[in-house]
């Protein structure tokens, strides 16, 4: 196997790890008023059997794999650079922004596609730059926005909503989901959900386009190929990433455990330590697998994720038409818990695996990749 292959195995691989772990984060919004509660900035009450599980997720799952994702993302920007004109790309990412408007306006609320294909273009100036200053500005870019996160613990001291108010809220949220018509769902949809998600647009751009920098810095430097020098570097990261992780995993233990402030101040502060730890957890996340896919002990049971990566835009939408397919069909929004949407989340992407497999022994690329593709003429 030469060195190209290994290369393009790897990032398979990791994007498909990577889908697993957006998916997780992602299900509970298909099946519970997630949103309306991180919109009051409330944490969602458990039963003890499962606040172990919420809790490990929101240590070690919740905002590290969409870093993972957008550092992808950046690689990917300087491989198809390296091939193509800036024209192509600007076709790929309006095509991008087409399927993301799609989905978020039409399906879910959660859609990132639209922010990345707005972010991707912004990427363009950056692709010249050396890499020192690359990763300068992805510094930069993280920086502030973490300093705006920072700032909001202070400001949600001022907005305090009464009980009464949100839960009326919540209840009237969780009936458009259970029991409303399409159509009725689709307009309020578009005033409770889209609006405010795109007006939070411009802020979400920061960490995104922070982390397509680190990618484009990574793929400059060729940190994605296997090389002796590569490992040594990737094991010196682990363990400074390692040490960071530990201090801000175990503060945010403490903020997730123990009453501290009020709730609304204590949310802000576990998001903020979550985002922050995101960072770093992403880093160890990626360099172990990179590590790992270089072992053949390691390799083999890393391997199956190979095929969801290669059909991760395919993939990652019928995750969301899946889930809300499935939940919507036996009625079960608002009525599964944290461990069974777990369960759910397992068994389809355990099916995405094997229906990725059997596509791809038949198709070199995942249907949407392949329509996306055609559109583009790339």
């Known amino acids: 196997m030469t060195n190209n292959q290994n290369r393009i195995l790897q990032l398979d691989i990791i994007r ?15 099946h519970s008023p997630q949103f309306m509660y991180s ?67 039409f399906l879910w609320y959660g859609d990132i596609l639209h922010a990345y294909a707005l972010t991707g273009i912004m990427l363009i100036p950056f692709y010249r730059l ?10 930069i870019f993280l920086f502030i926005y973490h300093l705006i996160l920072l700032s909001t613990i202070f400001s949600s001291i001022k907005f305090v909503y009464d009980e009464g108010f949100i839960n009326e809220n919540i209840k009237a949220y969780v009936t458009l989901y259970q029991s409303d018509s399409y159509f009725h769902w689709f307009f309020s949809h578009i005033q409770i959900e889209v609006i405010p998600i795109l007006f939070q647009l411009p802020l979400s751009i920061f960490p995104i386009l922070g982390f397509f920098l680190l990618g484009l810095y990574a793929g400059k430097k060729n940190l994605y190929s296997i090389s002796l020098q590569n490992k040594r570097l990737i094991k010196k990261v682990i363990v400074w990433c390692s040490f960071i992780s530990l201090l801000l995993v175990v503060t945010n233990f403490i903020f997730l455990t123990y009453d501290i402030f009020t709730s609304s101040i204590q949310h802000s502060i576990s998001q903020f330590v979550t985002s922050l730890s995101g960072v770093s957890l992403s880093i160890i996340y990626m360099c172990t697998i990179y590590l790992w896919v270089t072992k053949e002990k390691w390799k083999k049971g890393l391997l199956p994720f190979q095929y969801v990566g290669r059909m991760s835009l395919t993939n990652y939408l019928f995750q969301s038409f899946i889930s809300i397919g499935v939940i919507r069909i036996f009625d079960l929004y608002g009525k599964l818990n944290l461990i069974e949407g777990t369960l759910l989340c397992v068994l389809i992407f355990a099916l995405q695996t094997i229906v990725s497999y059997i596509w791809l022994l038949k198709f070199k690329k995942g249907p949407i990749e392949w329509l996306w593709r055609k559109i583009t003429k790339t």
């Not at 087409?98 to 978020?104: A, D």
């Not at 050396?130 to 510094?139: A, N, T, Y």
């Open 130 to 139: 050396k890499p020192k200053q690359i990763l300068i500005w992805s510094i």
């Open 39 to 105: 919109f009051f900035g409330l944490s969602q009450s458990y039963t003890e059997f499962e606040k172990g599980l919420a809790i490990f997720q929101k240590l070690f799952i919740e905002m590290k794999f969409y870093p993972i994702f957008s550092f992808l993302f950046g690689i990917s920007f300087y491989l198809f650079l390296s091939k193509y004109p800036v024209f192509f790309f600007i076709k790929r990412m309006i095509v991008l922004l087409l399927i993301g408007f799609s989905h978020l306006l």
């Open 16 to 30: 498909g790890v990577a889908l697993l772990g957006i998916f997780l984060v992602n299900m509970p919004s298909f």
